[in-house]
């Protein structure tokens, strides 16, 4: 597996534009995953501290640095595709780099009313008009991440399909009319076999 990110860095916080897993040689998208935040995704180390320092505001490669979560998704991935082949696109609630998400919510709060930042802040959700399937994984903790998931079911909602796949709960939302609640890719190794056979049974089901 491989990981490539965009980053782009503006007034000391950095930015993660795109992301996407591969496997393999094909370009094709099998599907995408929203997680919460990039967490603490980082290029190779020289490049990531001209970044960081602010010697140049946009880099581009393999993120190799900080993979936990990326690892958990490429684990249920691999049970649910054999053989495993392709592009995942990876996009988040909002794309701040940050390893801790309570000091993530912190940054995001502090910068989401300046117009600096708001091509920076958010992700296209324009781009999966015709991914196959979208995995909703960004967290069922949602009392810290209301605000950022009232702004984007809309626009989920509004997609030409509605191929949402994940360990979901999809209870009738007051305003949307569809509310989605989602976990994270789990640690445990039962548990992300429980998942994969969920995740293959939804696919099937498009």
Request: aromatic share 8%; glycine share 6%; hydrophobic share 40%.
């Given at each position: 597996?491989?990981?490539?990110?965009?980053?782009?860095?503006?007034?000391?916080?950095?930015?993660?534009k795109?992301?996407?897993?591969?496997?393999?040689?094909?370009?094709?998208?099998?599907?995408?995953?929203?997680?919460?935040?990039?967490?603490?995704?980082?290029?190779?180390?020289?490049?990531?501290?001209?970044?960081?320092?602010?010697?140049?505001?946009?880099?581009?490669?393999?993120i190799t640095?900080?993979?936990?979560?990326?690892?958990?998704?490429?684990?249920?991935?691999?049970?649910?595709?054999?053989?495993?082949?392709?592009?995942?696109l990876?996009?988040?609630?909002?794309?701040?780099v940050?390893?801790?998400?309570?000091?993530?919510?912190?940054?995001?709060?502090?910068?989401?009313?300046?117009?600096?930042?708001?091509?920076?802040?958010y992700?296209?959700?324009?781009?999966?008009?015709?991914?196959?399937?979208?995995?909703?994984?960004?967290?069922?903790?949602?009392?810290?991440?209301?605000?950022?998931?009232?702004?984007?079911?809309?626009?989920?909602?509004s997609?030409?399909?509605?191929?949402?796949?994940?360990?979901?709960?999809?209870?009738?939302?007051?305003?949307?009319?569809?509310?989605?609640?989602?976990k994270?890719p789990?640690?445990?190794?039962v548990?992300?076999?429980?998942?994969?056979?969920?995740?293959?049974?939804?696919?099937?089901?498009?």
């Amino acid at each position: 597996m491989q990981v490539h990110g965009l980053f782009e860095q503006r007034e000391n916080l950095i930015f993660r534009k795109s992301a996407y897993l591969q496997w393999g040689d094909s370009k094709e998208v099998i599907g995408s995953i929203i997680l919460h935040n990039p967490g603490g995704a980082k290029l190779e180390k020289n490049l990531w501290n001209d970044l960081n320092s602010g010697k140049i505001t946009v880099a581009e490669g393999q993120i190799t640095r900080d993979l936990g979560k990326i690892n958990l998704i490429e684990k249920v991935m691999k049970k649910v595709f054999t053989p495993l082949e392709g592009r995942l696109l990876l996009l988040n609630l909002f794309n701040i780099v940050e390893s801790d998400p309570d000091l993530a919510i912190e940054k995001f709060h502090s910068v989401k009313d300046d117009p600096l930042y708001s091509e920076l802040l958010y992700p296209n959700i324009s781009l999966l008009s015709d991914i196959p399937w979208i995995w909703i994984a960004w967290t069922t903790n949602e009392s810290r991440i209301e605000e950022l998931i009232e702004r984007i079911e809309p626009q989920l909602i509004s997609l030409p399909h509605k191929r949402f796949i994940g360990d979901i709960d999809e209870k009738p939302h007051r305003k949307f009319g569809y509310s989605i609640k989602a976990k994270y890719p789990p640690i445990a190794d039962v548990k992300r076999d429980k998942l994969a056979e969920i995740l293959k049974r939804q696919i099937k089901e498009f």
